[in-house]
Structures are given as structure tokens and as C-alpha cells.
């Protein structure tokens, strides 16, 4: 049996809309000046307290600008123009791996699980993910507890394990779990910065994801670099 795990951010929703508006609320609201929409969704990926720690230093309001974030997405997620779409293919990647016996799926995000949990519900997703691992199970990324917390809890390897994510911190978080790192393009980090981190892989789009997938699939020895 194998397991692939996804980040969500970046991923398989493009979420950066309403992430930079969330963002900037939570700044206001306390009379700060917000961060360019780079460094905005540079942190995507981290759990919110450290995000914003990084965002305004250890010394600045961390916590509260997370609470704000909170308060100001849950606002903001109700307004349509700043839906959270699935990028193009990811719907049917996961119909394509759910259609196979030798699959389990998973999540490894820093969202929180009611933020999961509502985007399962909007998607129809809420039988689809075998194990769910967010910022209120485990150490924000790139610490690998969510990693090895799905591994454990689905009894596979991690030689068997892979993640797929947009960020430095998924690439940081599978390497130290032993998992098998693959990056995507299409999300809020460059390329270059997913290679810089350990990704053994990476992949323009859904279309060679699936041809990643199918061969690591079919060949038991695929392990990471």
C-alpha cells in the first residue's frame, strides 16, 4: 500500500486571493502596514502564529494578528469573489488514485481543521482522505510530525509515503520524515526554492503529476534521493 499526501494551499486550491485579503484585514486592524502580496503568500504553508511571527518578528503581535486572520477569513470566505478553486486537474487526479486499491490518501496542511473541514464540505471530499493532518494536530512545517503521524497511523512505510506540495517547508517537512518529496510549480513558491529545499521531483501540472504517480506506482523501489 502507498500513500500520497497533499498540501492544500498552493496545491489543490489556489487560495492566494483570499490568503493576501486576510492578511491585509488582520494588519489593519491593528495599524499595521501589510506585507507585500510576495511575502504574503511567501509564509504560506506555516501554521498561522509562526507565519505571522515571520511576518512582523518575535517581538511583534503574533498571536493576536493570527486570531484577526481567523476572524477576517472566516468573513471573507463568504464572498464569491474570492472563492477557493481547485486548480486545473486535481479534481481528477484524485478521482484517477481513488479509483485504485493500492492507494491511501491524505492531507498534511497548516490550515486549521475547521478551515479543512470546510473545504472538504465544499468539494465533496468528506470520504475521500484516509488520514487528515493539520496546524491543530502537530508542529507547524516544516517540522515532520505530519508526516510521520499519517505514516503511523496508516501503518506505510515512508519509502512508500509520498508529498506533494508547493512550499520549501512541505520539501523541509518530507525530507526529514524520510517521505518522497515532490514539488508543483503552479503555487506560491518558485521553483527554485522547492529544489533548494530537497525536492526529489517536480511537476508543472496535474497531467505530469499523474505521470509521476503512475510510475512510482508501478516501480516498489522509488525511494527519495
Not at 510530525?145 to 517547508?169: C, F, K, N, W
Not at 503555487?187 to 521531483?201: K, R
Amino acid at each position: 500500500m502507498k500513500l500520497i499526501l497533499f498540501d492544500v494551499d498552493g496545491t489543490l486550491v489556489d487560495s492566494q486571493n483570499i490568503i493576501v485579503a486576510a492578511q491585509h484585514a488582520a494588519f489593519s486592524a491593528y495599524g499595521l502596514e501589510p506585507p507585500s502580496r510576495e511575502m504574503s503568500l511567501s509564509i504560506v504553508g506555516l501554521s498561522l502564529v509562526e507565519a505571522f511571527t515571520v511576518l512582523v518578528g518575535p517581538k511583534g503581535p503574533a498571536e493576536g494578528l493570527a486570531e484577526a486572520y481567523k476572524a477576517a477569513f472566516s468573513t471573507l470566505r463568504l464572498d464569491p469573489a474570492l472563492a477557493e478553486p481547485l486548480f486545473p486537474g486535481a479534481d481528477e487526479c484524485l478521482d484517477w488514485l481513488r479509483g485504485r486499491d493500492d492507494v491511501l490518501l491524505g492531507i498534511a496542511t497548516g490550515k486549521s481543521r475547521r478551515g479543512v473541514s470546510h473545504l472538504l464540505d465544499r468539494h465533496g471530499w468528506d470520504r475521500v482522505f484516509a488520514t487528515i493532518q493539520t496546524a491543530d494536530d502537530a508542529p507547524s512545517k516544516p517540522h515532520p510530525a505530519m508526516i510521520r503521524q499519517a505514516m503511523e497511523e496508516l501503518d506505510v512505510a515512508p519509502h512508500d509515503t509520498v508529498m506533494i506540495g508547493d512550499s520549501s517547508y512541505d520539501m523541509a517537512m518530507v525530507r526529514a520524515a524520510g517521505a518522497v518529496p515532490v514539488g508543483v510549480t503552479w503555487g506560491f513558491q518558485p521553483e527554485a526554492a522547492l529544489v533548494e529545499a530537497g525536492a526529489g521531483s517536480i511537476v508543472h501540472s496535474y497531467g505530469e503529476l499523474r505521470t509521476f504517480l503512475s510510475e512510482f506506482l508501478g516501480n516498489p523501489s522509488h525511494t527519495a534521493a
